[in-house]
């Protein structure tokens, strides 16, 4: 907890969790007893879950940092894609790897340090590796001893989700989408007519593609703003139109009233009212509004996606 960050104090609090607890029994309705445990919280104590995720954590910094210094290798699901070394799932954890002996020992390495560290030993004869059908037996073998686990083949499923994906997507997660029509088939022989026994996917795609068009308008909200052009329709303090990295609301309270326009910065030969820009806006706001080109007087102001140059919305920025 240190080495997160936790404040001596709050630690120090943790720590007395673990020297003063005790339990008691309820009996026929009466508490009874007084157990003090010689190790600490038990499993299904309030606490015990979020010290797990601490301690998951640290197992978590170990794998990184090594993956960090080269010492193991970890895998990539595209070209572009991140090096994932490590899942954990509740208290489960997949290691992944290079298949030679230095990302072994290093393998092996961390989780002495880790066990040591934490004061429990890991039970390696629960523990498993599985190789990629590449690699010779020989190797495998050797490998798995360094380790100090056993070798299986690898698992077909994990949590009812197959281990390993081919090009034939439609074939490999065909079990899936049987397994969730027979849900729904069942639900409807016992609770649906026919008619609702059809509308139940459909109800439930069309729920996915309004969340999914919901979603999508608070991300298009986050990257469109206003671009000024006769600045009329354009309230200054409601919408978004000063260019910047974040926020494109003006920050300046509304002296000027809470209805007014862009148009009513501009001076009646063209150009920004310099002057009345800056007596009611901060210098934040200032030296963003007077970089925004104008002299468009009779072209309507129009919204353009911020982060493209060609003020374009597209997938890959989006």
Known sequence: MRKMGFLVSWIRLIMDCFSTVSYSFKLNGEVIGNINPSRGLRQGD??????????????????????????????????????????????????????????????????????????????????????????????????????????????????????????????????????????????????????????????????????????GKGLLEKGMRKRVRNGAPIQIYKDNWVPRLRNFKVVSAPVLGNDATVATLFLVSGGWDVQKIKNNFTTLDVEAILKIPIGYKNVKDDLIWHFEGNEIYSVKRG
């Open 46 to 215: 309030p606490l015990s879950l979020y010290l797990f995720l601490i301690c998951a954590y640290g197992l978590s910094s170990l794998l990184r940092e090594a993956q960090a210094k080269g010492d193991i290798y970890g895998f990539k699901c595209s070209r572009r894609g991140p090096v994932i070394s490590h899942l954990f799932f509740v208290d489960d954890s997949m290691l992944f790897t290079g298949a030679d002996e230095r990302n072994c020992r290093e393998i092996r390495r961390v989780l002495e340090s880790y066990s040591r560290v934490l004061g429990r030993i890991i039970n390696y004869n629960k523990s498993a590796m599985c190789f990629s059908p590449t690699i010779p037996e020989s190797l495998s073998n050797k490998l798995a001893s360094i380790v100090g686990m056993n070798k299986v083949e690898c698992h077909e499923s994990y949590l009812g989700l197959p281990c390993f994906a081919g090009r034939n997507k439609r074939h490999l997660f065909t079990s899936i989408v049987d397994r969730v029509w027979k849900k729904i088939k069942g639900w409807g022989e016992k609770l649906l007519s026919i008619g609702r026994k059809e509308e139940a996917p459909k109800r439930t795609a069309r729920s996915f593609i309004w969340n999914s068009l919901w979603w």
